[in-house]
């Protein structure tokens, strides 16, 4: 559906280096990453605004990369809404289509049956100022859906609204998509929300992509230090793989994990908090190993808490707050984390 092929473009000081990317039709794809990574500037070039020193973008099979932005069949939606404050919600939703020509009597069923699919049929004969940030926010999706956009390219739709905003936001651009099976490209820089959208996430930093894969791709096999942290592993460390099978011990700061892997020497090992499991006894298991450690941290978070046991080295855990409540965990007292063999990702 959309393929980047080593895309170079030069804005000043930042660049974008050799990016590629295939976007299948119909997939809600995320590009995630921190700020400054170069992701609304990716997103910018895909719609024709940035001109591009190297590399191709192509859509359907075809060449787009020097064609005019409205010429693309590209809808784009800005975190800061971009509505005109003097036009009504149903002047700015049909803004597009009076610049297409469309004829009025389609203007009209276009714009209602959009307005009924983002939730703003009543809101049509308002101005933006009069809106809330979900209002507005859901006005810019139907302008920009209101044209039937081969591709929707949102630029990090969510991120100025209040958490309860945020929430029925993200509800409805999953309906949508699911409703319409529009291909979509969610720029963030929220981990979570790549996690509850995306069919599959690109992650940059620096002006390139460093992996490409599924949620689960991206949250349990990072394929450096910098994904790794991003994904919120929390547990990072460098060890040292023993042994000559398939199922090795790696030494991390004196802990010794079996883990799964054709690595040796120095290497990298990352574990996700929510795949230990604490515990006031010693678990005995075959399928992975019991440490004994010492909680020197608690961080509520929530619904969850986050409790620091160090073994050496620190291991992060994941609770929920029932379970905090019902081991009795303090700090300073001596616990048991058992990880599995299988939640021990190296690389």
């Not at 170069?38 to 940035?50: D, W």
Request: hydrophobic content about 40%; charged content about 20%; overall charge neutral.
């Amino acid at each position: 559906m959309i393929k980047v092929s080593n895309l170079s473009v030069k804005l000043g000081d930042f660049s974008l280096q050799d990016v590629n990317l295939d976007v299948e039709s119909g997939q809600y794809f995320i590009v995630l990453g921190p700020t400054g990574a170069g992701k609304t500037v990716l997103l910018e070039t895909i719609a024709g605004l940035h001109p591009v020193v190297n590399g191709t973008v192509s859509v359907e099979g075809r060449d787009i990369t020097h064609l005019q932005p409205e010429r693309r069949a590209l809808g784009i939606v800005y975190q800061d809404h971009v509505l005109f404050p003097h036009l009504s919600v149903w002047e700015n939703v049909a803004f597009g289509l009076k610049s297409a020509r469309c004829p009025k009597q389609d203007i009209r069923a276009k714009i209602e049956k959009v307005a009924q699919l983002v939730n703003i049929d009543h809101l049509l004969q308002r101005k933006p100022h009069g809106l809330s940030g979900g209002e507005r926010q859901r006005v810019s999706l139907a302008r920009a859906l209101v044209t039937e956009p081969k591709v929707l390219l949102l630029d990090e739709p969510l991120s100025a609204l209040d958490p309860e905003a945020r929430e029925k936001m993200q509800r409805q651009l999953a309906d949508i998509h699911r409703r319409l099976n529009v291909t979509i490209i969610h720029v963030t820089h929220d981990f979570e929300e790549a996690l509850s959208l995306g069919d599959r996430v690109a992650v940059m930093n620096r002006g390139g992509v460093v992996q490409v894969g599924t949620p689960d791709d991206i949250m349990r096999r990072p394929n450096s230090e910098f994904v790794a942290g991003f994904a919120l592993s929390r547990n990072l460390f460098r060890g040292e793989v023993v042994g000559s099978e398939d199922n090795v011990v790696v030494n991390v700061g004196g802990a010794r994990i079996t883990a799964q892997t054709a690595s040796r020497g120095t290497v990298h090992v990352s574990i996700r908090p929510e795949d230990i499991f604490i515990s006031r006894e010693s678990v005995r298991s075959t399928a992975g190993d019991c440490l004994r450690g010492t909680i020197t941290d608690v961080v509520g978070k929530g619904s969850v808490i986050y409790v620091v046991v160090d073994v050496p080295p620190q291991f992060t855990c994941l609770v929920s707050r029932q379970s905090f409540g019902e081991l009795g965990l303090k700090t300073g007292m001596d616990v048991y984390i058992t990880i599995r063999t299988s939640a021990v990702h190296v690389f």
